[in-house]
């Protein structure tokens, strides 16, 4: 809980910056991409989803004033989500992972085996993935460049 409360004060905390998107959530089975960066970080939503029409959809990304870390935040606004979820990815460049938390309807965050990261840039639907999913945050540590 209080890891959560971090995550929320990093996305609004006055001294960082923040963009937000709209997007489209598009059902039909077949694979979508949708990409947000705040030059160097990059963070891409790809998913497959079936039902339903489209949905409105945000990404946030957020940078802290040091510039050492990222967040990456993609949710239904409304917090619900009539779509059924095949897949999900979220794939980050310009850092590593640290934490994420995933979410389906009515705020139910997800078992552990309903994600799963792979290496230190990507998170993706584990095997017990229940197919609902209304938000997902990853916390990444930016990459160090030597001089």
């Not at 891409?44 to 339903?52: I, L």
């Not at 897949?87 to 965050?109: P, W």
């Amino acid at each position: 809980m209080i890891l959560s409360i971090a995550c929320i004060l990093f996305a609004v905390n006055a001294s960082d910056q923040h963009e937000t998107e709209q997007f489209k959530v598009i059902p039909g089975g077949e694979e979508h991409t949708h990409t947000g960066s705040l030059v160097p970080f990059q963070c891409s939503f790809t998913y497959v989803a079936q039902g339903g029409t489209n949905e409105e959809w945000e990404m946030t990304i957020g940078v802290n004033a040091d510039k050492s870390a990222y967040s990456c935040n993609i949710a239904r606004p409304s917090g619900t989500t009539y779509l059924f979820f095949e897949s999900f990815e979220i794939k980050v460049q310009g850092g590593s992972i640290e934490h994420y938390e995933v979410y389906g309807n009515e705020k139910r965050r997800l078992l552990s085996g309903e994600a799963r990261t792979s290496g230190n840039s990507k998170l993706q639907a584990g095997n017990d993935f229940n197919h609902e999913l209304a938000s997902v945050s990853v916390i990444v540590r930016s990459n160090k460049e030597e001089l």
